[in-house]
């Protein structure tokens, strides 16, 4: 374990850490108090309101190139360690947003002697003198021999220099890489993998590795015919089959034109694109505490699940054949809302049933922050998902699918880069940790933590606190509104935690892996404050 | 100049160097003979016939999680340098193909003491023993002062160490460096910049700005309406309105789905994947010699341009309007088919007149190639174009646009990544090496030296080449069929020269910018022989 390596061990007490703590009444267990300083930050240190006047001043900057309305403040990720994240003005916040759930371990993981994923920074530490190489290991420790190690192998050494084409002339190391890394934690079933470079690409990708399949379903022995092929060149049928993906209001699956037709998480996303004509089935909205509402909640999922049928059945008739459904095992951007595992299982029997292929978006659930690699084996899938995609933590884009998913012939799914090879090799080293570490543990046992107090919370504060739910660290609530939430995320950044929003009224939580129950009951603890003091 | 930096410089000639050239007659000057075999290698070197043993183990290892059949050959990236790619069987390639055009410089750029682009790779020689690293120095010279500077800058480390959201929470020097990287070298005209992950990500959200554009036009002073609001989130109009980007049979654009509907160069790329019913205009099919035909071009042009303007008449009377055209400065993967500055100023004329935004497409041709920085610069627009996108060479995705096409709010144009801040990095010193060493002039000089030669080749072997074309380096001929371009292409790959084919029988030439006059005539003498023997 982490703990056994590292080099001492500093206890202190939050009381100790923060003019943040000053309010409320600390009923979270001071357990949490036990943090390791000389690896992590101790705490939030806030300096000026957030965005400082740097911030205020880069912003303006930006502006005059993109519309730069969308950035919360500037970073310094020099500065930053482990789960805090430090801004230009030198306030140092506890980062429960991860870069849209974007980073899978730390921006500079700390959590032992040194760790992994922050493998370019080793690097450039280790270009730097000697005497800046020792300040550094002491300071922050970047020395991780199996990392000096990697870097002095010239068949990885290579994969950072080069960034090839790689469905046409992919490095030596390309497929022990992908088998290090991806495969090392394929779904159950899905043996076949290709990278992409972004969440996007790798949904967009799997639609047509969909249509292809079913596609040639349909064509059985027979060959493609000239009429398809010459058709398909001016976006007409056969050639260019009407073919749809289901999927559900609320889901997130991207922001191309394909994905987006599969999107219906809020009206900035889609408001003056054109889509597509493909059927969008309602998602159970579940009634909290579960507890209380087992049977409203069977009802509701039943529902939702009995109109997925019908639109199968409805678009066939007029000649819009569903190809496949595409699903988030909680919709994230959507307002992260859950349904029950036998709601999926459910689903899937429906897809199997009329043909459909089950794809499962797990651009923003995988990576372990559930508890498990995968979000969706929770589910208990006796026939498992046709093709998982992902992205986000995964450093690359790409999806995982069955092999009767495998495109027929070269060049079918393919574009120049198809990846990053160096985003492999970081993965590879990334996933090592999450083993080494017991990192899917570690997110049950501080997803547990967090989710407690968030129950706590919301028994205080019902007002301002509703439908808590979770799984692993990936947790959430409700607010009573857009205006109160936002006030809400705004307020917690000047005391020094990062949040994020999601759908109309939510806050969702979305932490490294190397989130710990201390950073939880921090958070809680400057939470509990807040809502103590909202007016 | 390069050359005036090179601490020794070898004189040999090509006579000397290899078996490959001892067919056919040397008509190549053999100025071409004079070469840095310091920092580049002097000529092909083949051990195996490609793909060899090697890549043959490891493309039956790759096929086996994914279709491998699109391979040509697996690379040794560490032994790669300069103009040449070795493969893992030790082969060493002249490299025309550049990794389907997108290397800028070079894989390991060796035209002066150390260069840039392979920043990574500087990084990692640093960061081993300082022996190694000065054996590294000697042997290949990765040591340029301003790179090390750079590197030891703490606000560039931390550039390589975070992926960041670059949306909401960009590091401190982003403005700084797309103002170094991309914005020194934007179109006239165009001050807005977004980055993006890929080609396909790049042309999607350019398409979703111009269709936001369009609406904003339509909608003038009135707001967005709650009909448009809730329709959107439905797929359907007026929300999603009945827009179009208006394209060319040939031009290829991308394959995620929107993209797709604009791209028509070959079936493969389209075959089984839903569409849009989006208008396509003819491209013009030009005469070769140009000067022979200069009458019936100019038809064929005018009959193109006529072509679009009934289009976007006859899209609009059924109600589905074109909001934009997008066109490629040269159709590459179509078959590198070019067309006149002339035609290219009235196409835009035409955008114009209808209200249409023009959308060039650079994701290949630009970078330098053509021997200015973007293709379209070569046509002398009055007014430039609204927006231009780019990938490949540019490292990073993305488009450059008029302010008028800025998103009024944030989030509309967005997602998670938004580009890697280190591509930015690299490429601002990427742009210094082609300003420093005049790369742009150096692909005009090149290029013409390749083009003269296969204008003699083409005089000399009328029966297996013909129409030759190019503009600086981005030159092409076709072949009588398809077998016989991949023919020819197999037998140069096992004679030491990589390149690529397009279209449904031509052969197009991508060197780095770094292909220099001799490597031209290296190629010409090769290839010579190959006609010379060719059954």
Redesign the interface.
Same mark, same amino acid.
């Given at each position: 374990m982490a703990s056994m390596l590292l080099s001492r061990q500093l206890t202190c007490c939050l009381q100790q850490n923060s003019r943040l703590l000053v309010f409320g009444h600390r009923y979270i267990s001071q357990a949490a108090a036990k943090i390791d300083v000389d690896f992590d930050y101790d705490g939030p240190l806030m300096k000026t309101e957030v965005p400082g006047p740097r911030s205020r001043e880069?912003m303006k900057?930006?502006n005059?190139? !993109?519309?730069?309305?969308?950035?919360?403040?500037? *970073?310094?990720? @020099?500065e930053?360690r482990g789960n805090y994240?430090v801004d230009?003005d030198g306030n140092r916040m506890l980062d429960l947003y991860s870069?849209?759930s974007?980073?899978p371990i730390a921006?500079?993981c700390q959590s032992k002697e040194m760790s992994v994923p922050?493998l370019?920074?080793?690097?450039?530490?280790?270009?730097?003198h000697?005497d800046?190489l020792q300040k550094d290991k002491e300071r922050r420790g970047y020395s991780h021999p199996s990392l000096?190690k990697l870097?002095?192998q010239?068949?990885n050494?290579?994969?950072?220099?080069?960034?090839?084409?790689l469905?046409?002339?992919?490095?030596?190391n390309?497929?022990e890489k992908?088998?290090e890394s991806l495969?090392s934690v394929a779904p159950k079933g899905l043996? !076949?993998?290709?990278t992409m470079?972004?969440?996007? *690409?790798s949904n @967009?990708?799997a639609?047509?590795a969909i249509?292809?399949w079913?596609?040639?379903k349909e064509r059985g022995h027979n060959n493609?015919t000239k009429e398809?092929?010459?058709s398909?060149?001016?976006?007409?049928p056969p050639?260019?089959?009407?073919?749809?993906m289901l999927s559900f209001?609320g889901g997130f699956h991207?922001?191309?034109?394909?994905?987006l037709?599969t999107t219906?998480s809020k009206?900035?996303?889609?408001?003056?694109?054109?889509?597509?004509?493909?059927p969008?089935a309602p998602f159970p909205r579940l009634k909290y505490p579960l507890e209380d509402f087992v049977k409203e909640n069977q009802q509701e999922e039943a529902r939702c699940l009995e109109e997925v049928e019908d639109l199968i059945v409805k678009y066939r008739k007029k000649k819009k054949i569903v190809a496949g459904i595409i699903v988030e095992p909680i919709q994230s951007e959507g307002g992260d809302n859950h349904a029950s595992d036998d709601f999926f299982r459910k689903l899937r029997d429906i897809a199997r049933k009329h043909g459909c292929a089950f794809l499962v978006d797990e651009v923003q659930t995988g990576g372990g922050c559930t508890g498990k690699f995968w979000a969706h084996e929770h589910w208990g899938l006796d026939d498992p998902a046709d093709v998982v995609t992902f992205?986000?933590k995964m450093?690359t884009g790409g999806f995982f699918h069955k092999e009767e998913f495998?495109?027929?012939?070269?060049?079918?799914?393919?574009?120049?880069?198809l990846g990053d090879p160096?985003k492999n090799l970081m993965l590879a080293e990334v996933i090592k940790v999450i083993k080494t570490e017991d990192l899917l543990n570690n997110a049950t046992h501080a997803g547990k933590a967090l989710l407690t107090g968030l129950l706590d919370l919301q028994a205080r504060y019902p007002h301002l606190i509703s439908r808590v739910r979770g799984r692993g660290t990936f947790c959430s609530f409700d607010t009573p509104n857009d205006a109160t939430r936002n006030k809400l995320i705004t307020i917690a950044r000047n005391k020094g935690v990062v949040l994020g929003g999601c759908g109309d009224r939510s806050i969702r939580f979305r932490p490294t892996l190397i989130f710990k129950d201390h950073h939880a009951h921090l958070f809680l603890n400057i939470f509990s404050d807040i809502l103590a003091n909202f007016k």
């Open positions: 880069l900057k930006l005059g190139i !993109q519309n730069a309305e969308a950035v919360h403040f500037f *970073c310094n990720y @020099e930053s994240l230009v870069q849209i974007s980073i921006k500079l922050q370019p920074t080793t690097v450039l530490c280790c270009a730097l000697p800046r000096i870097l002095q010239p068949q050494l290579s994969t950072f220099i080069n960034r090839p084409a469905g046409i002339l992919p490095p030596e390309f497929t992908l088998k495969l043996s !076949q993998v290709m470079s972004c969440g996007s *690409c @967009e990708n639609f047509k249509f292809m079913y596609r040639n493609v398809e092929l010459e398909c060149m001016i976006n007409q050639g260019c089959p009407d073919y749809a209001m991207g922001r191309t034109l394909g994905c037709a219906h009206a900035i996303h889609k408001l003056d694109i054109p889509s597509l004509d493909w969008i992205s986000k450093m495998r495109p027929n012939a070269p060049y079918r799914i393919f574009n120049t880069w160096s």
